[in-house]
């Protein structure tokens, strides 16, 4: 079981950035792929973006492509979420999570934007973006 904590959430004008951080322990992070997800008040959880366990394959949700860019640093066991041009509907609670298959080798939007695909999960990180 991976531990994950979330940080780097805050106060954002629209137009603004911030850039989101989780650190995972536990589990041998280089062997999962890792996800955001996010979940506005009164909606369901929603998939933000996913990236392979290399960092060489991404994917995102419609919505914030070409705004938001997910990372990972395996030597630092940390996965991050660069979030530009933000919009007041990206106000949301954010998690990150690990895939429940160790070593995955075959990867789809479909497959990733799941939130039965992780095991693990963060305790959230309140990003709330004013007009």
């Known amino acids: 079981q991976a531990q994950l904590e979330e940080s780097g959430g805050g106060l954002a004008q629209a137009g603004g950035s911030l850039r989101l951080s989780c650190a995972a322990s536990?589990?041998?992070?280089?062997?999962?792929?890792a996800g955001w997800f996010r979940q506005a008040v009164g909606l369901e959880r929603e998939f933000v973006a996913a990236?392979?366990?290399?960092?060489?394959?991404?994917y995102y949700v419609d919505s914030v492509k070409g705004r938001f860019t997910i990372s990972r640093d395996n030597a630092k066991n940390a996965v991050y979420l660069q979030m530009n041009s933000l919009k007041p509907e990206d106000t949301a609670v954010y998690y990150c999570?690990?895939?429940?298959?160790?070593?995955?080798?075959?990867?789809?939007?479909?497959?990733?934007?799941?939130?039965?695909?992780?095991?693990?999960w963060g305790q959230g990180t309140q990003v709330t973006v004013s007009s």
């Open positions: 990236i392979s366990q290399s960092g060489n394959t991404t």
């Open positions: 999570a690990v895939d429940r298959r160790m070593a995955r080798t075959y990867y789809s939007s479909s497959i990733m934007s799941r939130p039965e695909t992780y095991a693990d």
């Open positions: 536990g589990r041998t992070f280089t062997n999962y792929a």
